[in-house]
C-alpha cells in the first residue's frame, strides 16, 4: 500500500507508538495504519526491555495488521516481520542483514533493529488485531546507546557510513512487512522459514537460554524448527524447544 493511501500518524514525541497503534485499532483503525514517532519516551520491546529511542535517530513505527490468521498462528508473525524488515533494510542499504531469534536485525553481528508484535484483545467472530511495532537505528552514535549496549548495538551510520533517509527505509520497511505477511496468510509459514532460516545469525552457535521462570539453559543452536521454535540442545543431548525468554550467543 503506498504511503499516500494510508492513514499516517506522525508525532514529534510518545511514549510507545505500539501503545497509540493499539488504541487506534480498538477504536477500529484499519489495517496499513502506520504510528511513526520521532522519539519514544518509554520504548518497549520484548520481555519489558525498554528500547532506546534517541530524538530524531532512528526509525520508530507500529502497523497495524488484521491478519487472516487463527490465535495459535499469530506468533509466526514477528518472524514474517522480521524477515520483512530485514529485506528492507538490505534493499536500501545494500548491507546483509540477519536475524536473531525470534525479532532482533544484526547487521556486523550487532544489533541495529527489533520486533515487537502484540496482539489485541481477541473477541469470538471478530478478525484478530496485531501490531507490529519497529525500532530501527539509522544515525544513532554509540554515545546515545547506554553502556550495556554499546558492544551489543550499532546503527546503519555507524556500519556503513552514511545516513540513509528516514522516508525510504519507512516506505520500503511497511511495503515488505505487509507482503511477508501476506505470504503467510496465503501459503503457511513454511515459505517464509525458507527464507528466514537463509539469515539465522545463530544456527550452530552455542546460545545461552534463560526462560521466562529463570532457567538457565546452554546448548548448541539447531535452528528453528517447522513450527518457529527456537530449538537448543544442552550438553546433556536434550533439545529443548525454546517459546519465549531472552537467548544471547555465548559470551554476550
Not at 9 to 22: E, F, G, K, P, Q
Not at 38 to 65: M, N, V
Not at 110 to 115: F, L, N, R, S, T
Not at 193 to 202: F, K, P, S
Request: charged share 20%; aromatic share 4%.
Amino acid at each position: 500500500m503506498p504511503l499516500q493511501q494510508r492513514t499516517i500518524v506522525r508525532l514529534v514525541a510518545i511514549d510507545s507508538t505500539n501503545r497509540v497503534a493499539l488504541e487506534l485499532a480498538s477504536r477500529g483503525g484499519a489495517a496499513g495504519t502506520v504510528v511513526v514517532a520521532g522519539t519514544q519516551t518509554a520504548g518497549r520491546g520484548r520481555l519489558g526491555k525498554r528500547w532506546e529511542s534517541p530524538p530524531e535517530a532512528g526509525l520508530y513505527f507500529s502497523l497495524i495488521l488484521r491478519p487472516r490468521l487463527d490465535p495459535a498462528s499469530l506468533p509466526q508473525l514477528t518472524l514474517a516481520a522480521g524477515l520483512g524488515a530485514a529485506m528492507a533494510v538490505e534493499g536500501v542499504t545494500g548491507r546483509r542483514v540477519l536475524l536473531k531469534w525470534p525479532n532482533d536485525l544484526l547487521l556486523e553481528g550487532k544489533k541495529i533493529g527489533g520486533i515487537l508484535c502484540e496482539t489485541g484483545p481477541l473477541w469470538q467472530g471478530c478478525e484478530p488485531v496485531v501490531i507490529v511495532g519497529v525500532g530501527l537505528n539509522v544515525s544513532t552514535p554509540m554515545a546515545a546507546f547506554s553502556e550495556d549496549l554499546r558492544t551489543r548495538a550499532t546503527s546503519l551510520l555507524l556500519q556503513a557510513g552514511q545516513v540513509f533517509p528516514q522516508e525510504a527505509l519507512l516506505t520500503t520497511m511497511l511495503a515488505a512487512i505487509e507482503a511477508q505477511a501476506g505470504r503467510l496468510e496465503r501459503h503457511g509459514l513454511a515459505p517464509v522459514l525458507a527464507d528466514w532460516r537463509q539469515r539465522d545469525v545463530t544456527l550452530g552457535q552455542e546460545l545461552t537460554w534463560v526462560s521466562t521462570a529463570g532457567t538457565l539453559v546452554h546448548g548448541l543452536s539447531l535452528g528453528v524448527d517447522d513450527a518457529g521454535l527456537l530449538r537448543i540442545r544442552d550438553a546433556a543431548g536434550q533439545v529443548h524447544e525454546v517459546l519465549s525468554g531472552d537467548v544471547r550467543r555465548a559470551g554476550r
